[in-house]
């Protein structure tokens, strides 16, 4: 099951900062702890006003109930679109906490991977402002959401003429032509399998072995049969 995980909360505490008092952010929004507001009302049970005051207990409380019960599960909706690693789900969450979700961001999961980390950027401002504390934070976040983890092997560029460039730890077929701006549809496929259909000849025998070959039509017959 998937978990923010320290480095994730850390780089949040390190933006949002700790405040045991409740006080009016940059555009009028009451907040408390650790950037809590009354968005998060559900999760606290309180509504954040003048005057209101929590324990430090109560603030890493808020945080953590806040963090996995509301906004992981935003980030998570679109684990079966990207499989998100822990460094994604970790910059991703921030992301979301701050700005409410990752729907825009990610276009509703259409978006390849190398576009999400590119639009991050823009998400600067406040009531229409740009904030340098925002310019900080979206670069922390995209340089987190773009560092593989330990668990991922780093692979190399590999340039061939007509080809295109290597793998880049794509899950699969669509992703690896999503964050090359391509699109995986039927059209784009059949004109990538009519270019290699030499590379795929063998892969194609093996499914004509297990009676898996698809047979389509309009085949043309032998030469003289």
Not at 110 to 135: C, D, F, P, Q, W
Request: charged fraction near 30%; charge should be positive.
């Amino acid at each position: 099951m998937a978990k923010i995980s320290k480095t994730g909360i850390d780089l949040i505490k390190e933006f949002e900062g700790c405040h045991l008092t409740a006080y009016q952010d940059e555009v009028g929004v009451w907040t408390i702890g650790w950037g809590i507001t009354n968005a998060d009302k559900s999760i606290t049970g309180t509504t954040i006003k003048r005057g209101l005051k929590i324990s430090q207990a109560t603030a890493e409380k808020w945080l953590e109930e806040s963090l996995n019960r509301k906004y992981l599960p935003k980030v998570m909706k679109y684990d079966t679109r990207y499989n998100w690693n822990q460094n994604e789900i970790d910059a991703l969450t921030s992301f979301a906490y701050n700005i409410g979700s990752i729907d825009q961001l990610t276009a509703n999961g259409s978006r390849s991977r190398a576009t999400i980390a590119k639009k991050m950027l823009e998400y600067n401002k406040a009531g229409g402002i740009v904030y340098r504390g925002l310019v900080r934070r979206r670069e922390a976040e995209r340089k987190l959401f773009l560092t593989p983890t330990k668990e991922e092997k780093k692979v190399e560029d590999i340039k061939k003429e007509g080809c295109f460039s290597n793998n880049k730890n794509a899950k699969n077929l669509k992703e690896f032509l999503h964050n090359r701006e391509f699109g995986a549809g039927e059209h784009n496929l059949r004109l990538i399998a009519a270019e290699n259909w030499k590379e795929l000849e063998p892969a194609m025998f093996e499914l004509a072995q297990t009676g898996d070959l698809r047979k389509p039509d309009g085949l043309n017959k032998r030469d003289g049969k």
